[in-house]
């Protein structure tokens, strides 16, 4: 669970605690969830989280009444997870609830 500002150094705290040696292949068979609850952040460390994502495997969701905002929607949207079906690699990303928020804010 990620929860509160993303701010720098949030995609090596998720790297540390994640076995090591597992390629996107192999998280896929024990799914590996990423679930999100942020008001945003770091713009530099969402990217860098929505790309960890994307490279490892690890899928996003967004529970009932959370919300993932801003630069979080950016990490949201990085999910990704990997399994072959009838021997073609296939991958599903990114869930939220029906009553979670996903958004962007707009800078005036």
Excluded: K
Aim: hydrophobic share 35%.
């Amino acid at each position: 669970m990620l929860s509160g500002q993303i701010v720098d150094g949030d995609t090596n705290r998720l790297r540390a605690i994640l076995p090591p040696g597992q390629n996107a292949f192999d998280r896929a068979l024990i799914h590996t969830r990423l679930c999100l609850d942020s008001p945003g952040g770091s713009f530099p460390e969402g990217l860098d989280l929505a790309t960890y994502l994307g490279e490892t495997g690890i899928s996003t969701h967004v529970a009932a009444q959370d919300s993932c905002l801003s630069t979080c929607a950016l990490a949201f949207l990085g999910g990704t997870q990997f399994w072959a079906e009838d021997g073609l690699p296939s991958n599903r990303s990114r869930s939220m609830h029906v009553t979670a928020t996903l958004g962007y804010t707009r800078r005036n």
